[in-house]
């Protein structure tokens, strides 16, 4: 069975351009969560989406967006980017539910320049 | 608000030796608390959960973990480390629906 799969791997991007991020969780996951991890500040929750809702937000920007399909897949876009942005942006899914083990994606890499 | 504090920035230990990572968490409740590894430049990987029980968990590539409630810890153990568990280690709480990490431990395995 396939895990949470996410692309783009890598992802270079200018400074104040939009970046789109996927993901597909795992097959009857309806949780997606996004984490960023930046260098030195570890792994930082960003959103938690569950049956196209957005359930729960970080302490981040409203230029940090996203959104979750019908099939459960999910988007994650970052407006106007800057250079503090580049990071590991990490997807991870888990049945809905308190405690629920989440399982993570390989993460896709945005570097902004 | 809940947090997840890993004292230890970086260890160094040699291949066959022991290995404990600690944890501690501060939660009102009993706390449903995952220990993941992550390899450079890859995600993060389940090696064990706590959720109730038996407070001594068996996880993947030998790793166990210990839940202390006295102590609001969940220390991570390996009786003999491989060059292969070269890797950074989260320790995290659930609560509120997400995941709480702490800061990660840097395992470096010396020959």
């Known amino acids: 069975e396939a895990g949470v799969t996410q692309s783009p791997t890598h992802l270079i991007k200018t400074r104040g351009q939009q970046a789109t991020l996927r993901c597909s969780p795992i097959s009857g996951h309806t949780s997606v969560y996004w984490y960023q991890q930046a260098l030195g500040l570890g792994l930082q929750f960003l959103l938690w989406y569950d049956e196209g809702e957005e359930r729960n937000r970080g302490n981040f920007p409203p230029r940090f967006s996203g959104r979750q399909f019908p099939n459960y897949s999910s988007e994650l876009n970052v407006n106007a980017l800057e250079l503090e942005d580049s990071a590991l942006y990490l997807c991870a899914s888990s049945l809905v539910g308190f405690g629920n083990t989440i399982y993570f994606g390989e993460g896709s890499w945005l570097t902004v320049v | 608000a809940q947090s997840v504090t890993q004292p230890d920035i970086h260890i160094t230990v040699s291949e066959g030796a022991s290995l404990e990572l600690r944890c501690n968490y501060s939660?009102?409740?009993?706390?449903?608390l995952f220990w993941y590894v992550q390899s450079p430049g890859q995600g993060l990987q389940l090696l064990l959960k706590y959720f109730s029980g038996d407070t001594l968990v068996q996880g993947i590539k030998g790793f166990e973990a210990e839940f202390k409630r006295s102590q609001s810890s969940f220390n991570l153990r390996k009786p003999s480390v491989h060059w292969s568990d070269a890797a950074e280690y989260f320790c995290?709480?659930?609560?509120?629906?997400?995941?709480?990490f702490g800061a990660g431990t840097t395992v470096t395995v010396r020959a």
């Open positions: 995290a709480c659930s609560n509120d629906y997400k995941l709480s």
């Open positions: 939660y009102g409740a009993t706390p449903y």
